[in-house]
């Protein structure tokens, strides 16, 4: 048997569903739930350091550790709902955040992130759209459309996304990687490795992409041979 088939990030490379036991072995919602008290913990102490070294303004940094610690009690309370066994909750509360602030970007990139974790590409866009129209500099929800853009086959339109993330915030590994990506796929390997060195060149050392990208960097290398 198989699972009912759904838009995958691999869907441009095979076309029959995934089997049953492929989607059960990958699936790590449940696993997530058990750690999002150490995730919102970690949340906290990173939005506390990111005001601190004054990545971003202490105000906005103050705003983000008082949400995680809403979140926070809403777990303990046992009422976090973002978990796949009460999706249609999490969708109430999100919808609900929306009506209350439709202008607010944090509420947005929020669903942005929850709509990719249900695959509903097209949704997530739609909301990346929305921050762009308020804020459309805005170089997460361009990076972040531009991913989406690339998983939906369209690599010129990523590639444009991606330009404009790095105009408007110019050391960003991960636009600069996924931009590498796109030409390549492009056809432009000389291109795309000059990203994907700048990306390696300027990334923290815990960059959760780093291994990726360094693989990727080194496929390409021998391709160009």
Known sequence: QTMKSKAKLWGGRFSGPTWETIERFTHSLSVDGRLAR?????????????????????????????????????????????????????MEDFTRALEVGPRNVRVRSTWVQFRL?????????????????????HAWALQWRGGIR????????????????????????????????????MGDKAGALKDLERALATAPSGWPAREYTARETERLRKLMK
């Open 117 to 137: 974790d249900a695959e509903d590409f097209e949704g997530a866009r739609g909301h990346c759209d929305a921050i762009l129209a308020e804020q459309p500099t």
């Open 38 to 90: 150490a995730d919102l913990l970690g949340s906290i102490a990173h939005a506390r350091m990111l005001g601190q070294t004054r990545i971003i303004p202490r105000s906005d940094s103050a705003r983000l550790v008082r949400a995680l610690q809403g979140l926070l009690r809403e777990h303990d309370r046992g009422r976090l709902k973002l978990i796949r066994e009460d999706r249609a909750g999490a």
């Open 150 to 185: 690339g998983k939906q086959g369209d690599s010129a339109g990523a590639i444009r996304d991606f330009d404009a993330a790095i105009a408007a915030q110019p050391v960003y590994p991960d636009a600069f990687a996924n931009r590498g990506i796109a030409k390549w796929r």
